[in-house]
């Protein structure tokens, strides 16, 4: 007959307890080398929800917090250590030059700290382009900040919003993202601020580069780059925030066929320091506009040719004699992206040469 050894329970169950520790101990050791990113949520569509599983339009945009947004994608865990703050809750038409200010000043205090190792910004997808440019210029920091939204509310049959926050976070957590200037990731790719734009109102693959290209993917857990953007962004940019409050006012005049001056004048009359006239073509200008727009630029207004067709380079003394008329041509910056590169500069300068230079350098 075989006796039981006195001590084999206790030492099994000592065994065992052992082995838990070592993995939890394992477990947090793994959780130490994870990247530290916080998660700012400004509201959006990736926060939104709908009536029906089936509602992807005339949905409620900002309902969800990012606590919830966070817990709604458990892998999160997996690729970084994640905090999340709830900066503001608004559908992004809504986004003003004020929330800016706020968030780019929080984005670069967070990112001063040692312990934060990548910024991901949640956001409405209708002005995410611009924040992400906005970002771009005034972030001073090589760390990774990514903008992600979501073209379906979390509660839509599939929806965009966790495998997007799961690849912005990724990306943000990776050593690829640094110092590659404010990035955009939706539908596994990812895009440089200056030059992506949404070009659908409600397809998953809205945004896009065109012409210009996107940077990489996302694929597999791992974030692919095949392309940088050779403009100059965050800590090579000559532009300070830390103590504004307030932005110069610049206004955007649309221009289409019998276009006259009423527009341009009612935003100077409204007090606009800079304005960013869309133009036709190559930023073509009517007739009927120009001497508004002389006279504008001579009360000290400054303008901007942008061109409302979404492709290519505005070219300086092309469609109008940028020298002589002191208007400066936006490149290849759409017409909103250049509001906020003129407001940018006109913080620094009111010097039409000046205000040239930076929008071939930005
Ligand atoms: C928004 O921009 O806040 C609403 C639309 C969206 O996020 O897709």
């Given at each position: 007959?075989?006796?039981?050894?006195?001590?084999?329970?206790?030492?099994?169950?000592?065994?065992?307890?052992?082995?838990?520790?070592?993995?939890?101990?394992?477990?947090?050791?793994?959780?130490?080398?994870?990247?530290?990113?916080?998660?700012?949520?400004?509201?959006?569509?990736?926060?939104?929800?709908?009536?029906?599983?089936?509602?992807?339009?005339?949905?409620?945009?900002?309902?969800?917090?990012?606590?919830?947004?966070?817990?709604?994608?458990?892998?999160?865990?997996?690729?970084?250590?994640?905090?999340?703050?709830?900066?503001?809750?608004?559908?992004?038409?809504?986004?003003?030059?004020?929330?800016?200010?706020?968030?780019?000043?929080?984005?670069?205090?967070?990112?001063?700290?040692?312990?934060?190792?990548?910024?991901?910004?949640?956001?409405?997808?209708?002005?995410?382009?611009?924040?992400?440019?906005?970002?771009?210029?005034?972030?001073?920091?090589?760390?990774?900040?990514?903008?992600?939204?979501?073209?379906?509310?979390?509660?839509?049959?599939?929806?965009?919003?966790?495998?997007?926050?799961?690849?912005?976070?990724?990306?943000?957590?990776?050593?690829?993202?640094?110092?590659?200037?404010?990035?955009?990731?939706?539908?596994?790719?990812?895009?440089?601020?200056?030059?992506?734009?949404?070009?659908?109102?409600?397809?998953?693959?809205?945004?896009?580069?065109?012409?210009?290209?996107?940077?990489?993917?996302?694929?597999?857990?791992?974030?692919?780059?095949?392309?940088?953007?050779?403009?100059?962004?965050?800590?090579?940019?000559?532009?300070?925030?830390?103590?504004?409050?307030?932005?110069?006012?610049v206004d955007i005049v649309?221009g289409?066929?019998?276009m006259g001056p009423?527009a341009l004048n009612?935003v100077v009359?409204?007090?606009a320091k800079g304005v960013i006239h869309a133009g036709v073509g190559d930023g073509s200008l009517a007739s009927k506009v120009v001497p508004a727009l002389s006279a504008a630029r001579k009360q000290g207004v400054l303008i901007v040719r942008a061109s409302r067709v979404?492709?290519g380079i505005v070219a300086r003394n092309g469609e109008a004699n940028d020298d002589e008329l002191d208007f400066v041509a936006a490149d290849t910056l759409?017409p909103?992206?250049a509001?906020?590169l003129l407001?940018?500069a006109l913080?620094?300068t009111t010097d039409s040469k000046e205000i040239q230079r930076i929008f071939y350098r930005?």
């Amino acid at each position: 007959m075989s006796h039981p050894r006195p001590h084999a329970f206790p030492t099994r169950l000592m065994q065992a307890l052992l082995a838990c520790s070592l993995l939890l101990g394992n477990a947090a050791q793994a959780a130490e080398k994870l990247a530290h990113v916080t998660i700012l949520a400004t509201g959006g569509t990736i926060a939104g929800s709908g009536a029906t599983s089936t509602t992807t339009v005339g949905y409620t945009a900002a309902t969800v917090g990012v606590d919830r947004l966070i817990q709604a994608v458990p892998e999160l865990a997996k690729v970084a250590q994640v905090k999340g703050e709830q900066v503001f809750q608004i559908a992004s038409e809504n986004m003003s030059n004020e929330h800016w200010l706020t968030l780019a000043k929080r984005v670069n205090t967070l990112l001063a700290q040692p312990d934060v190792d990548g910024i991901v910004i949640t956001h409405g997808t209708d002005t995410l382009e611009e924040t992400a440019y906005f970002l771009d210029l005034v972030v001073k920091s090589r760390k990774p900040v990514v903008v992600v939204g979501a073209m379906r509310p979390g509660t839509a049959l599939s929806a965009d919003g966790p495998i997007n926050l799961y690849n912005a976070v990724l990306l943000a957590a990776s050593q690829e993202a640094i110092g590659k200037g404010v990035l955009v990731a939706l539908n596994d790719q990812i895009h440089a601020a200056r030059d992506v734009t949404k070009t659908n109102t409600s397809t998953l693959d809205s945004f896009k580069t065109p012409e210009l290209g996107m940077l990489g993917y996302i694929q597999g857990n791992k974030p692919y780059f095949y392309h940088l953007s050779a403009r100059q962004h965050t800590v090579d940019t000559e532009f300070d925030i830390s103590q504004l409050n307030i932005l110069p006012q610049v206004d955007i005049v649309y221009g289409y066929a019998n276009m006259g001056p009423a527009a341009l004048n009612a935003v100077v009359a409204a007090g606009a320091k800079g304005v960013i006239h869309a133009g036709v073509g190559d930023g073509s200008l009517a007739s009927k506009v120009v001497p508004a727009l002389s006279a504008a630029r001579k009360q000290g207004v400054l303008i901007v040719r942008a061109s409302r067709v979404g492709q290519g380079i505005v070219a300086r003394n092309g469609e109008a004699n940028d020298d002589e008329l002191d208007f400066v041509a936006a490149d290849t910056l759409n017409p909103q992206k250049a509001r906020i590169l003129l407001m940018l500069a006109l913080t620094r300068t009111t010097d039409s040469k000046e205000i040239q230079r930076i929008f071939y350098r930005y």
